[in-house]
Every structure is written in C-alpha cells, then in structure tokens.
C-alpha cells in the first residue's frame, strides 16, 4: 500500500512559479514511477510530468516542456514540481500519482495510487 501526500499550490499571477511536493509512503520493495497529473475545470485528467524510481529519467507533456521540472528525492520518498512561467490555463487541480514500474522508467503505464489533489490557480 502506498499514499501520497502533496502539499504546495495556491494563487499566483500568469509569469509567476510554484512549487509542489508529494510525499510517499511505501510499504513494500516495489518500484514506482511517480509523477504529476492535473484535472483542469471541465477538462479529463492528463498527465503533467513523471520520474522514474531511481530518479535518473523523467518525461513531460509537451504544454509544460520548458517550464516544469520533475525531481525526485528518493532519500525523502519525495517528488517535486517546479513550474515556472505559470499561465492561467495551468489553473487545475494538480494530483500526485504512483504506478509500478521499472526502476529507471518514468512511464506510468497505470496509476496504482492518488494523491488527494491540490488546487493551483494562475490569474491573469
């Protein structure tokens, strides 16, 4: 069993950056890709950006190319989104997400596991 717990968000105007962090908890030896999904209002989930396990591998969807970065701090179980250059249609609920996977491959074939949500808003 594995939760995730992220923390970060907020308000911000368009130009401006956040940051986010998840933190997991993993019971097991099993690797997890981990990584960032984001539900925009009236919008189906999408994948943002992800690291694999051993953290030397990332991916991104090509809206945020250049703008986010994905890290990880496998001391810490922990993931970081730092998203820069931040435009209004950013705005979204941003979920932390964890599937198995290799250990250095970023995919999230599946998700296993969610986080609870945190809500980002970028005004103009």
């Known amino acids: 069993q594995v939760t995730l717990a992220e923390s970060g968000g907020g308000l911000v105007q368009a130009g401006g950056s956040l940051s986010l962090s998840c933190v997991a908890s993993?019971?097991?030896?099993?690797?997890?890709?981990m990584g960032w999904f984001r539900q925009r209002p009236g919008k189906d989930r999408e994948f943002v950006a992800a690291?694999?396990?051993?953290?030397?591998?990332?991916g991104s969807a090509d809206s945020v190319k250049g703008r986010f970065t994905i890290s990880r701090d496998s001391t810490k179980n922990t993931i970081y989104l730092q998203m820069n250059s931040l435009k209004p249609e950013d705005t979204a609920v941003y979920y932390c997400?964890?599937?198995?996977?290799?250990?250095?491959?970023?995919?999230?074939?599946?998700?296993?596991?969610w986080g609870q949500g945190t809500q980002v808003t970028v005004s103009s």
């Open positions: 997400a964890a599937g198995k996977s290799n250990i250095n491959d970023p995919t999230i074939q599946r998700v296993d596991y």
């Open positions: 993993v019971g097991t030896f099993i690797t997890y890709a």
């Open positions: 690291c694999a396990w051993s953290g030397r591998s990332t």
